[in-house]
């Protein structure tokens, strides 16, 4: 199948929500604005200051209101935040236009696994797909041209097991009904994989069959966590498909405590996911440096190492950028930010470098 790669995508960082969701509740709300202000030097321009959920379930976002309240917006960037039923969306449509919860996509969403819709939505399957009518019919009400469907946990399930190409499909073709019965379109089909299932293959056959039955979808959003460090491969095999929008986070920040792998379901690194795009020529409105800094800064934020690698090794040198020939043996993490923070880093290292003689090297052995 011939290559669809995008000249743009959308990258939706999403630290300040499901990152620190599952840090420790016991991180400032200035040092958050901290991040936050970081993160709005990146070039993005839809941010997601957090949840308004209960603090029972999301302890961690208890302060959302103080946080709303006193962050200074970025001209430039749609300010939203997550909400999962009307008195979460009331609270932060209390904020508009600072916090736009408004002008959401006519969309349907079920989970292919039951165990964590109940889990994780309180809700059934069964629920979930019997709720569909309701939210096709308030679309055709609006007027709506065209809807989206949401397939939680495609491609298989910590409880039940993987999830077959023809089940996926089985669950898509159902959704899909449900819109055209209503005489409304589907453009768009997003992934949620909170379990971290997906395998660049599952992601290439599904999405490869998606676009064979279903012409009419233009865009697939891609929100597949690197639970098993198969995820950015992932997004790469989506890129080459043409899925334009996708969810990281920095330094792989992430996780879900009712799939049982807690902060080990991370995300696929922002910093790293930036770096792939502009490597292959594909453009993301980030600007990597100020992406590696608020990286680092979230490291800071929540007080220990997070996943990423661009952010500890620096992006690949080029020109005057290239490290110096006679450079000192380089071993630490702090030893190699000295693309950042210059060369004291490592001051003091032995040398590996006999002057006059370029071609020697000593054994690494």
């Known amino acids: 199948m011939s290559n669809l790669l995008p000249k743009s995508v959308n990258i939706f960082d999403d630290t300040m929500r499901e990152g620190l969701q599952i840090e420790s509740p016991d991180i400032a709300v200035s040092e958050k604005l901290r991040l936050l202000d970081a993160i709005g030097e990146m070039g993005s321009k839809n941010i997601s200051i957090g949840s308004f959920a209960h603090p029972k379930w999301t302890p961690s976002m208890a302060c959302i209101d103080e946080l709303a309240d006193a962050f200074v917006p970025k001209p430039g960037i749609n300010y939203t935040a997550a909400v999962f039923n009307k008195r979460g969306f009331d609270r932060a449509d209390g904020y508009f236009p600072k916090i736009n919860v408004r002008g959401r996509k006519f969309g349907t969403h079920v989970e292919l696994c039951d165990t964590f819709a109940r889990r994780n939505y309180n809700r059934t399957q069964a629920e979930q797909i019997a709720a569909m009518d309701a939210s096709v019919a308030s679309a055709k009400e609006a007027g709506a041209e065209a809807g989206s469907v949401v397939v939680g946990n495609p491609f298989g399930s910590n409880f039940e097991g993987p999830f077959s190409l023809e089940t996926r499909m089985d669950l898509i073709d159902l959704m899909m009904s449900k819109w055209g019965n209503a005489g409304i379109k589907v453009d768009r089909v997003s992934f949620l994989d909170a379990m971290g299932w997906n395998m660049p293959h599952t992601v290439r ?161």
């Open 205 to 365: 056959e599904t999405i490869t069959a998606i676009r064979d039955e279903y012409p009419d979808v233009e865009t697939f959003h891609m929100h597949l966590h690197n639970t098993r460090g198969a995820t950015i491969a992932s997004y790469y095999e989506a890129l080459l498909l043409g899925a334009t929008e996708f969810d990281t986070s920095l330094g792989g920040m992430g996780g879900c405590p009712y799939c049982g792998n807690g902060r080990a379901a991370g995300h696929v690194p922002t910093e790293d996911f930036v770096n792939l795009c502009h490597e292959m020529g594909v453009e993301t409105g980030y600007d990597l440096d100020k992406v590696i800094e608020a990286a680092c800064i979230a490291e800071e934020v929540v007080g220990h190492a997070l996943r990423g690698h661009v952010s500890k090794a620096g992006p690949l040198p080029r020109d005057e950028a290239c490290y110096p020939n006679d450079m000192p043996f380089v071993e630490t993490f702090e030893e190699a930010a000295h693309f950042r923070n210059g060369p004291s880093v490592y001051k003091g290292q032995i040398s590996p470098w006999r002057e006059g003689d370029a071609l020697s090297r000593p054994s690494s052995a």
